[in-house]
């Protein structure tokens, strides 16, 4: 009887710690500033309220470690007249790793103040786009516009010494016109041993590995698509199931027409929402963490748009135009853009 008693108490305990959620409602912020002239910023590592890392248009992987007082930063060249052009950046726990757009494509592992190339790949069609780990730190993934009749995904299972590049045959057909985005290294997330990447322009799809990138499925979405700059930008996994994309047409930033969507059963289905209102175009979406996916930012060159109920619906919160933005905790999050860095605080 004693330990039933116990057992009843320990339960009634529990259920009573289980609160939902209340999310807030944030109709203003303000974003702290930092001048990176010289470099445009789309792709950030986010450490902790005081740190971030950040790869930049002008071969620059720099960083703060107090709140912006003090940037840093590595210049790279490759044969000392190619400057990088990054648009990705990822870390294994360990080391940095920054990949550049264009022809060829050069893969840098960053590691206390030296760069070394870990991968190079010549093709006029090269270009890629978006670079992520996996939890495991030694998994890692990159994603780039066909130069073939499929997607360019690179991958390395051993922390980001050595890649290679997954052949056609192992990979969905893309489709006519169909392409990546390198706006906010965005456009890829992933969870355990699970990877999305979203596409756009011919169509707008989500590609889905549950096996670090082995076997791949293909899932169609009903974002506005059909054209070079029309598609899914950004797309972010609260967990195995729940999941938000964004977009829309670059070339016409302010049309907020099939431009948002969420799914709730691992990216085989998606929902538009909002359809018709705001938010408008943009390159970047991002749970905040510790707010069991109520709360949702999403940024680009049009501002940034605050949700409180998961995506369903938005407000406009701020006009300062930013590519990408990564949060840390509920309340601080990192931002980047043209020639900046922002710092958001929400207590």
Not at 100 to 126: F, H, M, R, W
Not at 216 to 240: A, M, R
Request: aromatic letters at 12%.
């Amino acid at each position: 009887m004693k330990r039933i008693i116990e057992f009843i108490f320990v339960f009634l305990f529990l259920m009573s710690c289980r609160q939902e959620y209340l999310p807030r409602n944030i109709d203003t912020i303000s974003i702290k500033e930092f001048k990176i002239e010289g470099s445009s910023i789309r792709a950030i590592q986010a450490v902790d309220s005081v740190s971030v890392f950040y790869a930049g248009s002008n071969g620059d992987v720099g960083f703060t470690t107090n709140s912006g007082t003090l940037w840093n930063a590595l210049h790279i060249k490759y044969q000392d007249s190619v400057v990088p052009h990054f648009r990705s950046l990822a870390f294994n726990g360990d080391s940095y790793f920054a990949l550049s757009i264009g022809n060829p494509a050069l893969l840098y592992k960053i590691s206390e103040g030296n760069s070394t190339l870990v991968y190079k790949e010549q093709d006029e069609k090269v270009f890629y786009d978006a670079l992520s780990f996996f939890d495991d730190n030694l998994h890692g993934i990159a994603i780039g516009d066909p130069t073939k009749n499929c997607a360019s995904i690179i991958i390395t299972e051993d922390g980001g010494e050595t890649w290679h590049k997954i052949p056609c045959d192992n990979l969905p057909k893309i489709e006519k016109d169909e392409a990546f985005f390198a706006a906010s290294n965005t456009n890829i997330a992933t969870i355990g041993s699970t990877v999305w990447i979203a596409s756009g322009g011919g169509k707008a799809r989500v590609l889905k590995s549950t096996n670090y990138g082995k076997s791949w499925q293909i899932f169609e979405t009903p974002f506005v698509q059909g054209n070079g700059p029309q598609g899914i930008y950004s797309i972010d996994l609260y967990d195995e199931n729940n999941g938000i994309a964004v977009g829309g047409d670059y070339s016409k930033p302010q049309e907020n027409i099939a431009n948002k969507a969420i799914t709730t059963d691992g990216g085989k289905t998606w929902t538009i929402v909002a359809d018709g209102k705001s938010p408008n175009y943009k390159s970047c979406v991002q749970y905040v963490p510790n707010t069991n996916g109520k709360e949702v930012f999403a940024v680009g060159k049009t501002g940034v748009s605050f949700s409180n109920d998961g995506g369903k619906t938005w407000k406009d919160i701020s006009k300062e135009s930013y590519y990408s933005i990564q949060f840390v905790d509920e309340n601080n999050a990192w931002l980047s853009g043209h020639h900046k860095i922002g710092k958001l605080n929400l207590y």
